[in-house]
Structures are given as structure tokens and as C-alpha cells.
């Protein structure tokens, strides 16, 4: 009898410095995958941006031990060479050699080339359905400066921000200084425009910090931001769907830091997350209000977190980002939002993967040639 099960790839690692993040992500979804409906292929892609399947991957990638008992493996552009390919060794030479037909590809790769539409762009070519955004909506979640403007432009409120070149903080460092001090007063936050976790971001208390957080934020990107810093709560919110999304109950994160800082989030365990956020219902509707319309703008697909910045002081709220691909371990604030909401991790999962195949389908429809 033949193998009816769907081909899901389940793509994890990565090049970014949220390549553990993944593998973690990725352990808690294949422990829901029902295997006599799908039928999973794992493939790890190392810090390098190798491309690697064999037996034990996880736990391989896991452990950073026996990677070299691993084959190479490779997604063609091609749609005609649709799914993925083994690479073996062969005397002076190398054989290729379909390994499995790929139906869907659910990529649980955080930041730079797996949230940020690189890995979409490979599979839109591929015609491989996948979990999460398009190309589109993936770079604009990246990029911290383009994705403010597009809130900007759909009156959805963003803290006060001035993009930077990497040559301006080269070149004129004073008129960078200048320009920043006089967007707010202390503190102002300093940041690259598209990395993650944290990563290169600074609160600038005064000028030495300011300049040192600029230098910072100039190692990671060429392109970075200066914001208002606020006085803020952190409140997040789960979306999921492609054309008609819908919104959970909003969660908040109380960080360990004095900010939710890298070690904040992944290196002491004493950041809290508080389910549902200790809201009043008006600020709950209005955080699933705007993170729909966001969602929207950006033609999102599949999920996103959505994260606000509540001021303390003032009550205003701002949207401060959305991640197309968030953190997804059972205990990651997406999926337990969902779990929140009367939705389960092994059903979440489930629907990630409907929705792929939805908006596959729905890409179908679409014509790419002038037909009279
Ligand atoms: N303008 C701001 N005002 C106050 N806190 C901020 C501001 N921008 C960032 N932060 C703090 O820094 C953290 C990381 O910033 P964020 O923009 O979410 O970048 P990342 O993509 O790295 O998560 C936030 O969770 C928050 O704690
Ligand atoms: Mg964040």
C-alpha cells in the first residue's frame, strides 16, 4: 500500500543566534505530530547554513556531536525538482538523489535568513507549501524601521524612533547625538534594525551610553534606530489565520532585567509571564484590535506574536513588534496564549499546518501570465 500520509519538513537550527531557541521549538512540535497522518522529515541547517538530515538529528544538533554522520541535503528552486534532495559523497564527485517529496515545510527558524523571508523566498520558488508568512510579510516583521513606517501609515500608535545609517555614527557621530537627544530625553533605546532577542540593543541613560549603544547597535546592522524609551509594561498577544485572523487573550511579561534584555529572556528563568494579562478588559480589546489590524498590514499569514509596550505613566500603548516566527516550546508565551484561549499545542500545531496548505491553495488560484 502506498504512503498517504502528507510529507511534512520540519526545518530548524539556523544561522542566527536563536539557532538553540529553534532546536527547542522544534523538540516540542515533533513530540505533537501525529505520525499516521504525516509523515515527518527533520532537516537541521547548522550556524554555518549547512543543510543536514540523517538519523538522531535533533539530538545530534542538540549535543553539537557526530554532525558529520549527517548528510548534506538540498531544496532546489526548481519546482520541477520539488522536495528535498540527498547529497552523497561519491569517489571524486558528489550524487544528488531525491531523499522525499515535501508537501509542507513548517520552518521553526528565528531571525536573520529563516524569519526574515529568505527561507520563504527559496520555497515560494519551490512551490512548497509553509507554516508562517510570505516574503513579504517576514521582512517587514524584521526590518524595525520599515515596519514602523507601515504602522505609521495605518494610524497604529509606534514609541517616537530615528533611523540611522551605520556611516552616519562613522561619519558624524555629533550630528547623530545631536539629532537623537533631541527626539526625547534619557532614556533612549538604541537598537539594530533587524536582528532579535535582544541582541545589540541598549538603554542609553546618557551620552556615554548613547554612543556606546549606537557603536553597539552599528556591529549588528548598517541600518539602526534610536527610540524614546518608556517607562513601559510589556504586554503580548498570539495571532493566527491567514485572510481572516483572529486574536488570543493578551499575556504580559514581567522581565527579571531592568529591560527584556537577551539574558533576561534566555538566560535566568526569573522573567515571569502572567496569563492572561492583569488588564482592564477596554486595554485587552484594544491589543487584539490593533494586532489583527497589524497583522493585516504587513499581509501576515499563518502566526505572529504580537508585543506592546503599555506606558506606566501616560496608559498609552504602543506596538512595539511582531514576530513572524516566535519562540514555540510548549512553555513559549505564543502557544500558551493559544492554550489560554481554549486552543491546544498539538491542535495549534495542526491548524500551522492547514493554513499552509490554505494559503498554498489560495496562491494557486492566482495567474502569472497575461493569458487573452
Ligand atoms: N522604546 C522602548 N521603550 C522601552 N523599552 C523598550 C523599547 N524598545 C525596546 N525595549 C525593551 O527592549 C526589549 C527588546 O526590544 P525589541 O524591540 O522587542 O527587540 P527584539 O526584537 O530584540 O525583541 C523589549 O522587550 C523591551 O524590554
Ligand atoms: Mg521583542
Known amino acids: 500500500m502506498t504512503d498517504q500520509r502528507l510529507n511534512v519538513g520540519i526545518l530548524f537550527g539556523g544561522r542566527s543566534g536563536e539557532h538553540e531557541i529553534s532546536l527547542l521549538s522544534a523538540r516540542s512540535i515533533l513530540s505533537v505530530i501525529n505520525q499516521k497522518t504525516f509523515n515527518v522529515i527533520q532537516i537541521g541547517i547548522t550556524h554555518d547554513g549547512s543543510w543536514l538530515i540523517g538519523e538522531d538529528i535533533l539530538d545530534k544538533f542538540s549535543s553539537n556531536r557526530d554532525l558529520d554522520s549527517l548528510s548534506a ?79 505609521r501609515a495605518n494610524d497604529i500608535p509606534q514609541v517616537e524612533t530615528i533611523i540611522f545609517m551605520r556611516s552616519d555614527v562613522e561619519d558624524s557621530l555629533n550630528v547623530v547625538i545631536e539629532e537623537a537627544e533631541r527626539l526625547a530625553p534619557y532614556p533612549l533605546f538604541t537598537k539594530p534594525a533587524n536582528l532579535g532577542s535582544s541582541v545589540g540593543i541598549t538603554k542609553c541613560m546618557n551620552r556615554s551610553d548613547l554612543i556606546e549603544g549606537l557603536l553597539e547597535a552599528a556591529r549588528y546592522d548598517r541600518r539602526l534606530l534610536v527610540e524614546k ?113 481554549g486552543l491546544s499545542y498539538e491542535d495549534l500545531v495542526k491548524r500551522l499546518l492547514e493554513l499552509a496548505l490554505e494559503r498554498r491553495a489560495e496562491r494557486d488560484r492566482t495567474e502569472w501570465r497575461y493569458q487573452r
Open 229 to 341: 524609551g518608556i517607562n513601559a509594561r510589556e504586554i503580548e498577544v498570539s495571532v493566527l489565520g491567514n485572510d481572516d485572523p483572529i486574536a488570543s487573550v493578551p499575556g504580559e511579561v514581567v522581565p527579571s532585567a531592568d529591560f527584556y534584555s537577551y539574558e533576561a529572556k534566555y538566560l535566568d528563568d526569573s522573567s515571569e509571564l502572567l496569563i492572561p494579562a492583569p488588564v482592564p478588559f477596554e486595554v485587552s480589546q484594544q491589543v487584539r484590535n490593533l494586532a489583527v489590524k497589524a497583522y493585516r498590514a504587513i499581509d501576515c499569514a499563518g502566526m505572529a506574536r504580537v508585543d506592546f509596550l503599555l506606558d506606566k505613566d501616560s496608559g498609552e500603548l504602543y506596538l512595539n513588534e511582531m514576530n513572524t516566527i516566535p519562540g514555540f516550546t510548549k512553555i513559549s508565551m505564543y502557544p500558551k496564549l493559544w492554550e489560554a484561549s
Open 73 to 151: 541535503s538540498i531544496i532546489f528552486p526548481d519546482p520541477d525538482r520539488q522536495g528535498l534532495y540527498e547529497i552523497q559523497p561519491a569517489d571524486k564527485d558528489e550524487i544528488i538523489k531525491l531523499f522525499s517529496k515535501l508537501d509542507v515545510v513548517f520552518p521553526i527558524l528565528h531571525g536573520t535568513y529563516g524569519e526574515d523571508g529568505t527561507v520563504q523566498g527559496l520555497l515560494e520558488l519551490a512551490e512548497i507549501a509553509y507554516v508562517g508568512a510570505g516574503v513579504l510579510g517576514s521582512s517587514v516583521g524584521m526590518d524595525k524601521g520599515v515596519f514602523r513606517d507601515v504602522m
